[in-house]
């Protein structure tokens, strides 16, 4: 069965850097466009990035662009965020997702399956 495993976070101060890993198993890894999400305590799931299924399309949200950057290695059947310039509001719980299509790229319900998450805490 698929199954996405994230890893990576931890804590960092602001300004710091940290790269999220989400490694991909029982899955054809080239036929699966890629997401990074997260959610606040109290808050919605929230999209943060997405990669095209060869990495050639990327999108972002509004919040990182400029700060993230996704990207994927076919090799590895991994999928990286790197995050810099981090910041107090980012702190979340990230995780990585298949995309199934139909809704918007930056819809949690576009989707199919997802990793257990990673959590970022950044201090101010």
């Known amino acids: 069965q698929v199954q996405l495993v994230e890893s990576g976070g931890g804590l960092v101060q602001a300004g710091g850097s940290l790269r999220l890993s989400c490694a991909a198993s029982?899955?054809?890894?080239?036929?699966?466009?890629m997401g990074w999400f997260r959610q606040a305590p109290g808050k919605e799931r929230e999209f943060v990035a997405y990669v095209s299924r060869y990495g050639d399309r990327t999108y972002y949200a509004d919040s990182v662009k400029g700060r993230f950057t996704i990207s994927r290695d076919s090799a590895k059947n991994t999928v990286y965020l790197q995050m810099n310039s981090l910041k107090p509001e980012d702190t979340a719980a990230y995780y990585c997702a298949t995309r199934s299509g139909g809704t918007s790229y930056s819809v949690p319900d576009s989707y199919a399956y997802w990793g257990q998450g990673t959590q970022v805490t950044v201090s101010s």
């Open positions: 029982g899955m054809t890894f080239s036929s699966y466009a």
